[in-house]
């Protein structure tokens, strides 16, 4: 991905699977977000191919349409700041992720207008959908609530599953756990952990937070200026000289060095 003179990602590829949690880490600037904005459909990459297989389908992400990544792929995101609707309640924001399949059956509202049967029941649907995410992150007591009056973590927690409500296959969280006290990490950390083993959805996370990272993910990759220079498990990551020297800011030249200093500290 270019931007006029700068590539900010440069030849990187990897593989996110279903019911795997991947986290996308790196030193700020490293090229995370845009990767981000390249699965999303924020920007189209200069060059280079993003394929998502779902079952016997297979979509080429940088062809389709915006709203195609989401609504026929099935790939939904959260961002770096909280973007709930504040105004609405929190169990308004669940249905409003359900906008497009109750738009489609109220006939794009002349028959949610005229309460046809076929709308009723996909309403009826969208709440209960909503509902069961509301149990599972321990909201539904304040269903009726503005979301802006939610605890900072409530909040997070709620975006993450107004971004299940679209059903998606693959789920890209923008640092989730930015701002959040050890409990409300501890809450986030057990929902993405249910949402793998449940909902057999693939989770893509950039993430600041290490301890986050090392504890629920499966596969971790790591940026730096723009390249790939790991790709493995946590604990192949933790111990990988290269990384170490980017989250240290050491200089190519050093890296020989801190790989020495690693070995030694090692036998
Ligand atoms: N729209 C844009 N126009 C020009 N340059 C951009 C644009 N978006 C990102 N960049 C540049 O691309 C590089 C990668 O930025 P990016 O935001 O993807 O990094 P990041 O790893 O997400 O950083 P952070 O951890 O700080 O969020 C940076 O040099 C950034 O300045």
């Known amino acids: 991905m270019r931007f006029g003179g700068l590539v900010a990602v440069n030849a990187v590829s990897f593989d996110v699977r279903r019911g795997e949690i991947t986290a996308l880490i790196g030193p700020n600037g490293a090229g995370k977000t845009t990767v981000f904005n390249c699965i999303t459909g924020f920007y189209k990459p200069t060059v280079g191919r993003l394929t998502l297989n779902r079952g016997d389908q297979s979509f080429l992400l940088e062809r389709l349409r915006d709203h195609e990544i989401s609504r026929r792929a099935g790939i939904a995101r959260t961002f770096q700041n909280i973007r709930l609707f504040g105004g609405m309640t929190v169990l308004e924001n669940l249905l409003v992720a359900q906008h497009a399949p109750l738009m489609k059956a109220s006939g794009m509202t002349v028959l949610g207008v005229l309460r046809f049967p076929g709308f009723a029941k996909a309403e009826r649907a969208a709440i209960e959908k909503a509902k069961g995410w509301l149990e599972r992150i321990g909201l539904i007591d304040r269903a009726d609530d503005p979301a802006a009056d939610l605890p900072y973590g409530d909040q997070r927690r709620l975006e993450i599953a107004r971004a299940m409500c679209t059903d998606p296959v693959v789920l890209c969280l923008d640092e989730p756990a930015a701002g959040l006290n050890p409990s409300e990490s501890a809450d986030l950390n057990a929902l993405l952990r249910s949402i793998r083993a449940e ?17 629920i ?10 390249r790939l220079i790991c790709d493995g498990t946590p604990a192949l990551v933790r111990e990988d000289p290269k990384v170490i020297a980017a989250y240290l800011g050491v200089d190519d030249e050093e890296v020989e060095q801190v790989e020495r200093e690693i070995e030694e500290r090692a036998s």
């Open 199 to 215: 909902d057999g959805v693939a989770v893509l996370l950039i993430e600041h937070d290490m301890s986050v990272v090392m504890e």
């Open 217 to 226: 993910s499966d596969h971790v990759v790591v940026l730096d200026y723009g």
